[in-house]
Nanobody, 117 residues
Framework: QVQVVESGGGLVQAGGSLRLSCTAS????????MGWDRQAPGKQRELVAT???????DYADSVKGRFTISRLSTKNTVYLQMNSLEPDDTAVYYC???????????WGQGTQVTVSS
């Protein structure tokens, strides 16, 4: 019912910035939240940031003050602005869109972010 596509990953030096984007399509009326997880080698998958249709945001402690999640007024596109990147930020970043009725999360295929020392 919902398709999710993310992009914007790449290779960047420590201290640099990247902006990830994510667009959901299909039954957009079902969505009440979108956000990002990440999976790094040897680490557990973790929440990075979320934003709801009410404008509420949440961030992992490790990225607070460095990452910002935002959404367009159309509510089907979100961005993750990543500043002051660190090598520990290296991971595959996955975008999701949440179905408010079933709580199903629709996931993108992921985009690789690599931060070099």
């Amino acid at each position: 019912q919902v398709q999710v596509v993310e992009s914007g990953g790449g290779l960047v030096q420590a201290g640099g910035s990247l902006r990830l984007s994510c667009t959901a399509s299909g039954s957009i009326f079902l969505i009440n939240a979108m956000g990002w997880d990440r999976q790094a080698p040897g680490k557990q998958r973790e929440l990075v940031a979320t934003v709801t249709t009410d404008g509420e945001t949440d961030y992992a402690d490790s990225v607070k003050g460095r990452f910002t999640i935002s959404r367009l007024s159309t509510k089907n596109t979100v961005y993750l602005q990543m500043n002051s990147l660190e090598p520990d930020d290296t991971a595959v970043y996955y975008c999701y869109a949440k179905n408010q009725f079933s709580s199903t999360r629709y996931w993108g295929q992921g985009t690789q972010v690599t931060v070099s020392s």
